[in-house]
């Protein structure tokens, strides 16, 4: 099984970056689809996008198209999310997933393994 930890949330202002990451443990993020979702109250669980295991191949949500990005560090076992250009809009909790297998996958009930969540809230 793999233990996932996200960090970097925070505070941001409209038309800032974030950056966050998510650490793996007890097995390596190359065995993995890793994905990313934000979730808001009173909302289900919305993907974001996520990088295909087995390569660095990505997708990603048409609303955060050409403003996040997905990467994986294999050294450090750790992906990312980088946000720029934030809206008010993409204020949520964010949280990433992994999954064994190499598919598209977008729903969060096909998800096994989740981290904690992060905190990214964005001011107009």
């Known amino acids: 099984q793999v233990q996932l930890v996200e960090s970097g949330g925070g505070l941001v202002q409209a038309g800032g970056s974030l950056r966050l990451s998510c650490a793996a443990s007890?097995?390596?993020?190359?065995?993995?689809?890793m994905a990313w979702f934000r979730q808001t109250p009173g909302k289900e669980r919305e993907f974001v996008g996520l990088?295909?295991?087995?390569?660095?191949?990505?997708w990603y949500v048409d609303s955060v198209k050409g403003r996040f990005t997905i990467s994986r560090d294999n050294a450090k076992n750790t992906v990312y999310l980088q946000m720029n250009s934030l809206r008010p809009e993409d204020t949520a909790v964010y949280y990433c997933?992994?999954?064994?297998?190499?598919?598209?996958?977008?729903?969060?009930?096909?998800?096994?393994?989740w981290g904690q969540g992060a905190q990214v809230t964005v001011s107009s």
């Open positions: 990088i295909l295991r087995g390569s660095d191949s990505t």
């Open positions: 007890g097995r390596t993020i190359s065995s993995y689809t």
């Open positions: 997933a992994a999954d064994y297998r190499q598919n598209i996958l977008t729903s969060a009930a096909e998800y096994a393994y």
